[in-house]
């Protein structure tokens, strides 16, 4: 079965970083997108990256500059790479993955509704 686990959450200050890692396992797609959402409390959710199999990536446009997203297909990893963080950064986020060509086109847009499989979640706080 195909399962999607995130890492990597956890508490820091304003300006600070942290890296949020996503584990794939029994996933054997030749297309797909893989995306970063988040979720605050009272809001609705969030893309914040997505990256497709040939690498292509997109960002929403609060992260830009801040964000990297990248694969390691080797290892069946997803990382979100976070920098000069932000209150407004804290959220629970979500790994989640959409696959075959259409999943992956509605993907990269950050279409939630598209997106086959998602993690558990994992928390980050940014206090100011």
């Known amino acids: 079965a195909q399962q999607l686990a995130e890492s990597g959450g956890g508490s820091v200050q304003s300006g600070g970083s942290l890296t949020l890692s996503c584990k794939r396992s029994?996933?054997?797609?030749?297309?797909?997108?893989m995306a970063w959402f988040r979720q605050a409390p009272g809001k609705e959710r969030e893309g914040v990256a997505a990256?497709?199999?040939?690498?292509?990536?997109n960002y929403t446009d609060s992260v830009k500059g801040r964000f990297t997203i990248r694969q390691d297909n080797a290892n069946n990893i997803v990382v979100l790479e976070m920098t000069d963080l932000r209150p407004e950064d804290t959220a629970m986020y979500y790994c989640a993955a959409a696959v075959g060509l259409w999943g992956r086109w509605y993907g990269m847009h950050f279409s939630a509704d598209d997106f086959n499989y998602w993690g558990q979640g994992t928390q980050v706080t940014v206090s100011s």
């Open positions: 029994g996933f054997h797609y030749s297309d797909y997108c």
């Open positions: 990256i497709n199999e040939g690498g292509s990536t």
